[in-house]
C-alpha cells in the first residue's frame, strides 16, 4: 500500500478516515479458498475478524475510481479498519443540484457535504437522457459518491452543499420543486428515514457466535468431547448459552427500543409546495432538500430538518437539547443577516429540526407557514444522534488493553507447556492422537473459557447497583472508566444551581442615574412604566393548553410584572388590522388606581401587542420585540440581554456613569443580570414593513431602562458533594453560558475556588487593525482576604505547604476563561492552551461545541474527564468525556453513557465510588482467573510427567464448584462509603500487580512441588493399583477431569500423586480468592459479602471434610485414593502454611512495603509537600526505607507518565507563570508587555 494512493475522506471532521481502493484478484482469491480448506474455516475466520487481511488478502491495490473494494481507516487514535463495496447507479446527473436541463455535463459548485443517505435505482430513466454511472460506497448508514472534480468520494448532507445565502433561500427556494426534481434529487438522498433496521435473531446471533472468545470455547469443547471429558464441556456450552443468549435479548431489546424511539414519528403526511402556490399531500419519506412544506396551525412532529421562510412556530425541543418550548421565527430576507451563507448551527434559531415538536404556528389570515427541506434522513440533527447510537466508537481503557496483552502472556505460557507435554509424550512413546490432545488439553487450561463471563459480572453488578440509586448507564463498559476519574467538568445552571431563577429584584434608570433598587416589579408605582412593559414583553412565552410555557427565566421575569398574556384565536386575528397575535396587559384591578395616581400613564393604553420578535440568540447574547400599544400610532422596541451588549447598543448618555461599578456589585454577589432598553419607533413603519427589517435596524439608539437582577441559588447539595470530590483529589471545574463574573461568584460559594485562592481572568482579544492577538491578564479582587500575610497563615494551616513560592505559584491561582477568549487562544496562542486549563477552573460563556473542545483538550493532557450537564447545551461533551452524566431524562440525552434521576451533582460521587469498586473488582477476578489457570496449569503438568492427569470430575469439582461460584460471589462486593485521596491503579501490567501475580505463582508453585516431591518419599508410596491398600480401607478411586472419566489404566488419573495435587490446588484457588478479594479503600470489606464467604467457608469445610475424613461415594465420585491419616494431617499443616505465606507476601510486602514507599509517587504531584522538620522517626524510616526500595525497583527520580503531571511540575518552577497583573501577552513573540494598569 503506497502513501500517494491515500484519500481522506470527511477531513476535518469527527469521523474522518484514510480509504484505498482494491478490486478481486482471482489467484489470491483461490489460494484463500484451498487455505479455507485445509485450515477447516479457520483461515475465513481470521479474515473475517481483520477486514484489513481479508481485502488485501483477496484483492489487488488500485486506483478508488476503479476500486470494487475499499479498505477505510479511521484517522483517531482507535485506528479502527473497515471494508465496503463499491456500487454503481444510473442517474441523468453527476450531482444531486445539477440542472437538469444541462444534463450530464453541468457542474455546479458543491462544497463537501457530512451525510449521504441511500440512493434509489433510476425510475425515470425514460425521462431523462445520458444516463451517468455513478460510483458509491455504504458505511454507517451513510452514502458517499464518487467525483470526477476532486478525484475522491463526497458525501451530501442537504442544501447547505451549494453554498446558498439566506437571502436566495428566499428568492430561489421559496417555491418548491417539481416532482421530476424531488425523483431525481431522491437518487442522492434516498428516501427521509431515519430506519434502524432490527436484525434477525439468527443475524444477531451468528455475529455474536464468530466472537473470537466464543470460537475459542467451541474448540475447547471439541477438544474435551475428544477426552470424553462430557460432563464438563456440557457445562461450559450450557454457560455459553446463557450467556449467548442474555447478550442477544440486550441487544434486541436496545435495537427495539431505538427502532421505536425513531419510528414512532418517522412517517407523517405532509403538503408540499409545487410551484406557483400549487400544494399537494405527499409521504414525509418523499422529502428531499429544496422541498418546501406547509407547517399545519395544530402543529406537527417535524419528519426533516427544515428552515422556517414564513411565519413563526412554538417549537418543544426536548428531544435533541432538553430544552424548553422555544420561538422560532423565518429566516430573514433582507438586510446583513440575509446576505450570509446560510449555516445550521449559525441559524439554528430559525431552523426547525428532525423529531421536534411544533407545538403552534402563527402567521396571519389567509397566510401559510412555510419551511424549505434542508436535510434529510441520518443528515438531520436527530439522524446524527441516532447514528451516534447505532455505531459509537470503542471503549478505550488500559485495563481492556492490558487484559490482552496479560492473556498472550498466557498463551506463551501455555506454548511452553505444549512444547513440554510433546516432548515429555515423545520420549514415553505415547501414543500420536493422546500426544496431540494433551497437549492441545494444556492451551484450555491455561486460558480460561469462563474468564470474559467473570470479568463481566462485577459490571453487571455495579450497574445493578447504580440503578437502585437512580443512575442508569446504556454503556456499562464505561463504569469501570469512571472509577479513573480525576477530573469532572460541571454545567452552572440547572447543575451546581437550582434551575430556576429568582427576582431579586429591578433598578431602573432615568436620565442617566439608577434609581434605588425595588424588590417587587408588580408594586402600582411601577406597573404601567416603560421598564416594567418591556419585561411584560420582551420574552418568547406561549400559553400551551391554557399554561402559559417558555423559557424559565422569561417565565419568572414575566409573572414578576403580574401582567397577563392572552393569545387570541384564530377567528379574533381576521378581524384586527394590523393583526397582533399576543396580547399583553396588566391586571384589570391595578389599572384604574395606577392610572389615577400617575399622571405619566393616564392617558397610557394598557393593552400591548406583540408585533414582531427578534428570538434570544445566544451569539448576540439579546433578544428584542416590536409592539404597538392599543390606539397608538407609533411602534416600539423593547429588547433585553447581557447588560454589557444592551449598554453598547443604548445612548450613551442614557446608561448611568455608575454602570460598570453597579454591574460589577451583582455579578460579584453571584447574581443574574440581564438589561432593558427601549426605543420609540418612526409612525410611519407599517405592520408589513417591521416583518421585513432586519433586527441590526431595530436594536440600535435604544435608551436604557435598568437591570433586572435575578438570584440563582445553589443547590444545597453542591458544595458538599465538591468538598468530598476535592478531598478526593479530583479536579472539579465550571464550564458555563453564563457571564463570567456570575460564575466566579458561584465558584466561591460553592467551594470550587476556595476563599483565600485568586482567580487570573484571561480576557483574549482577536487580531484587529494590524494589531496581533492578544491576552490581558486581570487579577480579580479577593473578598476572603485583605491582608497577603493572612493568606500565607491560612494555607499553611490548611493545607501544610511552608514555602511561600509553592504557595502562591502551586495553591493560591486559578484562571477563568470566557468561550470567546477561549476560542482565541485556540487559534493564535495553541502553546498556551495546555499550560492553561491546567489550572483553569472557570470557563464562561461556553458555546455546546466550544464545551466538547475543552473536554477532547482536557483529555489531550492525558486527564480521566467527567461531564455532568442537565443535558440541554452539553450534549456533545456528554458524548465526548470518559463519563457523561446526565441530570435529564428527556430523550436529548440518550447519547450520555450515564443518566441520573436524581436532580443533583450527588450522583457524581456515587458513579466514581461504583465505577472504583467495579474497577477493583475487575482486577481482583482477573487476577484470580489467572492464578486458577496457573494453579491448573502447575497440577496438570507435574502430572503429566507421571503420564497422569485430573480426572473428569476433579475438574469440574474445580471449574464449577470452586471457581464458578467464587469469581461470581467475588465480585458481589459494595463500593467502600468515602471516595479515598487515590485512585485504583488503571493497568495490569503494573509493578505492584505483576508483584502481587508473580509472588503468588511462585508460592503456589514451590508448594505443589513440595506436595508432588514429598508424597513419593513416604513410606507407604507405591505406584497405585486398585488392589492398593495405603490407609487399610478398601479403595476408593477419585479423580476429577475435563470431562468423562476413562478406565484407570488408560488415563492413570488414579493415583497418590493426583489425589495430594487435588487437595493442594483446590485449597490454594480458596486461599487466592481471598487474598485478592481486596475490601478498604475501594469496596466494602469481604466480609460483609455474605454470598463470597458463606461460598468460601462452605468450599473449605467440604475440602477439609473430604480430605480428613474421606467419604468413600465422594472419594468415588472425585476418582480420588486413600492416604493415610499422617499424610492427611500433613496435608493440612502444607495447606495452612502456603496460605500463610501467600497471605504474608500480598500484605505486608505488597499492600504495605510497595504501597507506601516505592509506589506512593504515583498519586499525584498536586498533594502538598510534607515540612521536613515535621518528621517523625517513623517518616524518617519510611523516608529511607523508600529510597532504598525505589532505587532497588529503578524508580528514583523517574518522571510521572501522565502529561498534566509534567506540565505541572514545569509550571511549578516556571518565574513567569502565572502571568503578572495588568500584563499583556502577544500572539507575535509571546512576550509579556506591561501595559496600563487595568
Same mark, same amino acid.
Request: charged letters at 20%.
Given at each position: 500500500m503506497q502513501t500517494r494512493e491515500v484519500k481522506i475522506i470527511n477531513q476535518g471532521l469527527e469521523d474522518e478516515m484514510e480509504v484505498w481502493g482494491y478490486q478481486p484478484c482471482l489467484w489470491k482469491r483461490i489460494l484463500?479458498?484451498?487455505?479455507?480448506?485445509?485450515?477447516?474455516?479457520?483461515?475465513?475466520?481470521?479474515?473475517?475478524?481483520?477486514?484489513?487481511?481479508?481485502?488485501?488478502?483477496?484483492?489487488?491495490?488500485?486506483?478508488?475510481?476503479?476500486?470494487?473494494?475499499?479498505?477505510?481507516?479511521?484517522?483517531?487514535?482507535?485506528?479502527?479498519?473497515?471494508?465496503?463495496?463499491?456500487?454503481?447507479?444510473?442517474?441523468?446527473?453527476?450531482k444531486p443540484f445539477d440542472s437538469l436541463d444541462l444534463q450530464s455535463t453541468a457542474q455546479l459548485a458543491n462544497g463537501d457535504g457530512e451525510y449521504g443517505i441511500s440512493a434509489e435505482r433510476v425510475e425515470h430513466r425514460g425521462k431523462f437522457r445520458q444516463p451517468v454511472q455513478i460510483h458509491y460506497f455504504t458505511h454507517h448508514s451513510t452514502k458517499y459518491y464518487w467525483s470526477d472534480a476532486i478525484q475522491n468520494f463526497e458525501l451530501y448532507k442537504g442544501l447547505e452543499d451549494v453554498t446558498v445565502s439566506c437571502a436566495s433561500i428566499h428568492s430561489d427556494h421559496s417555491s418548491g420543486l417539481s416532482k421530476t426534481l424531488q425523483d431525481y434529487r431522491r437518487l442522492f438522498f434516498g428516501e427521509n428515514e431515519i430506519a434502524v433496521r432490527v436484525p434477525s435473531l439468527f443475524k444477531l446471533l451468528i455475529k455474536e457466535v464468530l466472537n473470537p472468545f466464543y470460537i475459542f470455547q467451541l474448540f475447547s469443547v471439541i477438544l474435551w468431547s475428544a477426552e470424553d471429558y462430557y460432563y464438563y464441556a456440557t457445562a461450559i456450552v450450557f454457560m455459553s448459552v446463557i450467556s449467548i443468549a442474555t447478550s442477544l435479548y440486550t441487544i434486541k431489546n436496545q435495537y427495539v427500543m431505538l427502532h421505536d424511539m425513531v419510528a414512532a414519528h418517522s412517517v407523517v403526511r405532509v403538503s408540499v409546495c409545487r410551484g406557483s402556490k400549487d400544494i399537494e399531500q405527499?409521504?414525509?419519506?418523499?422529502?428531499?432538500?429544496?422541498?418546501?412544506?406547509?407547517?399545519?396551525?395544530?402543529?406537527?412532529?417535524?419528519?426533516?430538518?427544515?428552515?422556517?421562510?414564513?411565519?413563526?412556530?412554538?417549537?418543544?425541543?426536548?428531544?435533541?437539547?432538553?430544552?424548553?418550548?422555544?420561538?422560532?421565527?423565518?429566516?430573514?430576507s433582507s438586510g446583513e443577516e440575509a446576505a450570509r451563507s446560510f449555516d445550521m448551527e449559525e441559524h439554528k434559531r430559525y431552523t426547525l429540526f428532525c423529531g421536534t415538536h411544533v407545538i403552534q404556528t402563527r402567521f396571519y389570515a389567509g397566510e401559510l407557514v412555510e419551511a424549505v427541506v434542508v436535510r434529510t434522513g441520518f443528515s438531520t440533527e436527530k439522524g446524527q444522534l441516532v447514528r451516534s447510537i447505532l455505531h459509537p466508537k470503542p471503549t478505550d481503557f488500559k485495563l481492556y488493553r492490558d487484559a490482552y496483552l496479560f492473556l498472550l502472556c498466557l498463551?506463551?505460557?501455555a506454548g511452553i507447556g505444549f512444547i513440554y507435554t510433546i516432548v515429555l509424550s515423545i520420549m514415553n512413546k505415547v501414543p500420536a492422537k493422546t500426544i496431540i490432545i494433551e497437549s492441545l488439553d494444556i492451551i484450555t487450561i491455561t486460558v480460561p473459557p469462563a474468564l470474559p463471563a467473570a470479568m463481566t459480572a462485577g459490571i453487571v453488578y455495579a450497574q445493578r447497583r447504580l440503578k437502585r440509586v437512580g443512575i442508569f448507564c446504556i454503556s456499562p463498559q464505561r463504569i469501570n472508566m469512571c472509577g479513573q476519574l480525576n477530573l469532572v467538568c460541571f454545567d452552572k445552571t440547572g447543575t451546581l444551581t437550582e434551575d430556576g431563577l429568582d427576582l431579586w429584584g429591578v433598578q431602573s434608570a432615568e436620565g442617566g442615574r439608577f434609581s434605588p433598587p425595588e424588590a417587587d416589579a408588580a408594586k402600582e408605582s411601577l406597573v404601567n412604566t416603560v421598564f416594567v412593559a418591556c419585561m411584560a414583553t420582551c420574552h418568547s412565552l406561549t400559553k400551551i393548553e391554557g399554561e402559559l410555557s417558555g423559557d424559565p427565566l422569561d417565565l419568572k421575569m414575566f409573572s414578576a410584572t403580574g401582567w397577563i398574556l392572552e393569545e387570541p384565536t384564530e377567528e379574533e386575528t381576521t378581524l384586527h388590522n394590523p393583526i397582533m397575535p399576543t396580547v399583553v396587559r396588566p391586571p384589570k384591578h391595578s389599572v384604574p388606581e395606577a392610572n389615577q395616581n400617575n399622571p405619566l400613564t393616564h392617558n397610557m393604553s394598557c393593552e400591548i401587542g406583540i408585533v414582531r420578535q427578534f428570538p434570544f440568540s445566544?451569539?448576540?447574547?439579546?433578544?428584542?420585540?416590536?409592539?404597538?400599544?392599543?390606539?397608538?400610532?407609533?411602534?416600539?422596541?423593547?429588547?433585553?440581554?447581557?447588560?454589557?451588549?444592551?449598554?453598547?447598543?443604548?445612548?450613551?448618555?442614557?446608561?448611568? &456613569?455608575?454602570?460598570?461599578? $453597579? !454591574?460589577?456589585?451583582?455579578?460579584?454577589?453571584?447574581?443574574?443580570? *440581564?438589561?432593558? +432598553?427601549?426605543?420609540?419607533?418612526?409612525?410611519?413603519?407599517?405592520?408589513?414593513?417591521?416583518?421585513?427589517?432586519?433586527?441590526?435596524?431595530?436594536?440600535?439608539?435604544?435608551?436604557?431602562?435598568?437591570?433586572?437582577?435575578?438570584?440563582?441559588?445553589?443547590?444545597?447539595?453542591?458544595?458538599?458533594?465538591?468538598?468530598?470530590?476535592? &478531598?478526593?483529589?479530583?479536579? $472539579? !471545574?465550571?464550564?458555563?453560558?453564563?457571564?463570567?463574573?456570575?460564575? *466566579?461568584?458561584? +465558584?466561591?460559594?460553592?467551594?470550587?475556588?476556595?476563599?483565600?485562592?485568586?482567580?487570573?481572568?484571561?480576557?483574549?482579544?482577536?487580531?484587529?487593525?494590524?494589531?496581533?492577538?492578544?491576552?490581558?491578564?486581570?487579577?480579580?479582587?479577593?473578598?476572603?482576604?485583605?491582608?497577603?500575610?493572612?493568606?500565607?497563615?491560612?494555607?499553611?494551616?490548611?493545607?501544610?505547604?511552608?514555602?511561600?513560592?509553592?504557595?502562591?505559584?502551586?495553591?493560591?491561582?486559578?484562571?477563568?476563561?470566557?468561550?470567546?477568549?477561549?476560542a482565541v487562544i485556540t487559534e493564535h496562542f495553541p502553546q498556551l492552551v495546555q499550560k492553561l486549563v491546567i489550572r483553569a477552573t472557570v470557563f464562561a460563556r461556553m458555546a455546546p461545541d466550544q464545551k466538547t473542545q475543552l473536554?477532547?483538550?482536557?483529555?489531550?493532557?492525558?486527564?480521566?474527564?467527567?461531564?455532568?450537564?442537565?443535558?440541554?447545551?452539553?450534549c456533545g461533551a456528554l458524548k465526548r468525556a470518559h463519563s457523561g452524566i446526565s441530570l435529564s431524562e428527556l430523550e436529548a440525552s440518550v447519547a450520555s453513557p450515564f443518566t441520573s434521576t436524581t436532580s443533583n451533582i450527588s450522583c457524581v460521587p456515587n458513579l466514581i465510588r461504583e465505577g472504583r469498586a467495579a474497577l477493583i473488582t475487575s482486577f481482583c477476578v482477573f487476577k484470580f482467573m489467572a492464578l486458577y489457570s496457573i494453579i491448573q496449569y502447575l497440577s496438570v503438568t507435574l502430572l503429566y510427567s507421571i503420564l497422569s492427569n485430573l480426572g473428569d470430575f476433579q475438574f469440574l469439582f474445580i471449574d464449577i464448584a470452586i471457581i464458578l461460584i467464587i469469581a461470581f460471589t467475588m465480585s458481589l462486593n459494595p463500593a467502600w462509603k468515602e471516595l479515598v485521596w487515590h485512585r485504583p491503579p488503571s493497568s495490569l501490567i503494573s509493578g505492584r500487580l505483576l508483584c502481587s501475580v508473580l509472588t503468588q505463582i511462585l508460592t503456589c508453585l514451590v508448594f505443589q512441588v513440595l506436595a508432588f516431591l514429598l508424597v513419593r518419599q513416604q513410606s507407604w508410596y507405591e505406584t497405585w493399583t486398585p488392589q492398593s491398600d495405603a490407609c487399610n480401607i478398601s479403595s476408593s478411586s477419585l479423580s476429577h477431569s475435563q470431562n468423562v472419566t476413562s478406565p484407570h489404566d488408560h488415563k492413570n488419573i488414579k493415583n497418590y500423586e493426583n489425589t495430594t495435587l487435588f487437595y493442594v490446588s483446590s485449597f490454594q484457588y480458596l486461599a487466592v480468592a481471598i487474598i485478592f478479594s481486596k475490601g478498604k479503600p475501594f469496596r466494602q470489606p469481604s466480609y460483609k459479602n455474605w454470598p463470597f464467604m458463606l461460598s468460601c467457608i462452605s468450599l473449605y469445610t467440604f475440602v477439609l471434610l473430604i480430605m480428613l475424613y474421606p467419604v468413600p461415594a465422594i472419594d468415588s465420585f472425585l476418582e480420588i485414593v486413600c492416604v493415610p491419616h499422617d499424610w492427611r494431617v500433613t496435608l493440612v499443616i502444607i495447606v495452612t502454611v502456603n496460605a500463610a505465606v501467600s497471605f504474608m507476601l500480598e500484605i505486608l510486602i505488597l499492600d504495605i512495603i510497595l504501597r507506601r514507599l516505592v509506589f506512593r509517587c504515583n498519586q499525584g504531584v498536586n498533594r502538598p509537600a510534607e515540612p521536613p522538620s515535621a518528621d517523625t522517626p517513623q517518616e524518617a524510616i519510611d523516608r529511607w526505607g523508600s529510597s532504598f526500595l525505589s532505587w532497588l525497583f529503578c524508580r528514583r527520580n523517574k518522571p510521572p507518565r501522565v502529561r498534566y503531571m509534567h506540565l505541572a511540575l514545569e509550571l511549578k518552577d516556571a518565574a513567569d507563570w502565572p502571568p503578572r497583573p495588568s500584563t499583556v501577552t502577544y500572539a507575535s513573540?509571546?512576550?509579556?508587555?506591561?501595559?496600563?494598569?487595568?
Open positions: 484463500v479458498g484451498v487455505g479455507a480448506v485445509f485450515s477447516g474455516g479457520l483461515l475465513l475466520l481470521l479474515l473475517y475478524w481483520l477486514p484489513e487481511w481479508g481485502v488485501k488478502g483477496t484483492c489487488t491495490h488500485t486506483s478508488l475510481r476503479d476500486a470494487h473494494t475499499l479498505l477505510l481507516r479511521t484517522t483517531d487514535e482507535f485506528k479502527q479498519w473497515f471494508r465496503a463495496k463499491v456500487h454503481v447507479m444510473s442517474a441523468p446527473g453527476n405527499a409521504m414525509s419519506t418523499d422529502l428531499v432538500p429544496g422541498d418546501v412544506i406547509i407547517i399545519p396551525a395544530n402543529g406537527m412532529i417535524m419528519p426533516c430538518d427544515a428552515v422556517l421562510i414564513h411565519g413563526t412556530c412554538i417549537v418543544n425541543e426536548s428531544m435533541l437539547t432538553g430544552s424548553v418550548p422555544v420561538t422560532k421565527t423565518s429566516l430573514p498463551v506463551g505460557v445566544s451569539t448576540l447574547q439579546r433578544m428584542s420585540v416590536v409592539v404597538r400599544r392599543l390606539g397608538e400610532k407609533h411602534m416600539d422596541a423593547y429588547m433585553k440581554g447581557a447588560p454589557e451588549v444592551v449598554a453598547s447598543l443604548c445612548k450613551q448618555h442614557t446608561v448611568p &456613569q455608575s454602570f460598570t461599578e $453597579t !454591574l460589577e456589585t451583582y455579578t460579584r454577589q453571584g447574581f443574574r443580570v *440581564i438589561a432593558l +432598553a427601549h426605543r420609540q419607533l418612526e409612525s410611519k413603519l407599517s405592520w408589513h414593513k417591521v416583518q421585513s427589517l432586519s433586527r441590526d435596524l431595530i436594536e440600535t439608539n435604544m435608551e436604557f431602562l435598568g437591570l433586572v437582577i435575578m438570584q440563582n441559588k445553589i443547590k444545597e447539595e453542591t458544595a458538599g458533594v465538591l468538598l468530598e470530590l476535592r &478531598q478526593a483529589n479530583i479536579r $472539579t !471545574l465550571m464550564v458555563t453560558g453564563d457571564n463570567m463574573l456570575t460564575a *466566579i461568584s458561584v +465558584a466561591r460559594d460553592c467551594g470550587m475556588v476556595r476563599p483565600h485562592e485568586r482567580v487570573i481572568i484571561a480576557d483574549a482579544a482577536p487580531p484587529k487593525d494590524f494589531h496581533p492577538a492578544s491576552i490581558t491578564w486581570h487579577y480579580t479582587d479577593n473578598p476572603a482576604q485583605t491582608d497577603k500575610d493572612n493568606q500565607t497563615v491560612e494555607i499553611n494551616l490548611e493545607d501544610g505547604v511552608y514555602d511561600k513560592r509553592v504557595t502562591q505559584q502551586e495553591q493560591s491561582y486559578h484562571f477563568a476563561v470566557t468561550g470567546r477568549a477561549f473536554v477532547e483538550v482536557l483529555q489531550s493532557i492525558d486527564y480521566t474527564v467527567g461531564m455532568c450537564g442537565d443535558g440541554a447545551n452539553d513573540d509571546l512576550q509579556s508587555h506591561i501595559s496600563a494598569p487595568l
